[in-house]
């Protein structure tokens, strides 16, 4: 078994109006999140994987004119769940975590990967917020506010 590789991409998927999309995870019920995802390279570039990862969990493609992913230039570093440390190498116990966004129509088409998760449901922000599993997944959606008016000044 190769391991992961312990740097992954987060990324927020919302509406103009800020709803959000989430996600739940097969294999754990309740465990609501945005599209997440570990490189598969060490030198994969960030926005090659954030865009793999979104077309792999939502069948969005991000096709840099119509739907675009934008790099907050934020990174968080966070303890790995002790139920998923043996997907890493021994003794990994941290991740770092680069946040994306990408702004999307309400009535793009989903179609979720099902080995991976198994509903997804449209929130708005502060709920979907509150429904996230991992804190730095709904400390990203409470910023996606600030984040986008930051973006277009």
Not at 125 to 151: G, H, T, V, W
């Amino acid at each position: 078994m190769t391991h992961k590789i312990p740097e992954s991409v987060l990324v927020v998927i919302h509406t103009a109006d800020l709803d959000v999309l989430l996600i739940e995870r097969a294999g754990n019920p309740g465990f609501w999140q945005s599209v997440t995802g570990s490189l598969d390279a060490p030198d994969e570039p960030l926005l090659a994987t954030a865009t793999r990862e979104l077309f792999e969990e939502t069948g969005i493609v991000a096709d840099g004119e119509r739907i675009v992913l934008r790099d907050w230039q934020l990174s968080n570093v966070y303890e790995i769940y002790p139920v998923w440390r043996h997907r890493y190498g021994p003794g990994v116990t941290q991740n770092t975590e680069h946040v994306f966004s990408v702004q999307v129509p309400r009535d793009i088409a989903i179609t979720l990967a099902p080995r991976e998760h198994v509903a997804y449901e449209w929130l708005p922000y502060l709920a979907a917020a509150d429904k996230c599993f991992s804190p730095s997944n709904a400390e990203a959606i409470l910023q996606l506010p600030r984040q986008l008016r930051k973006m277009s000044s």
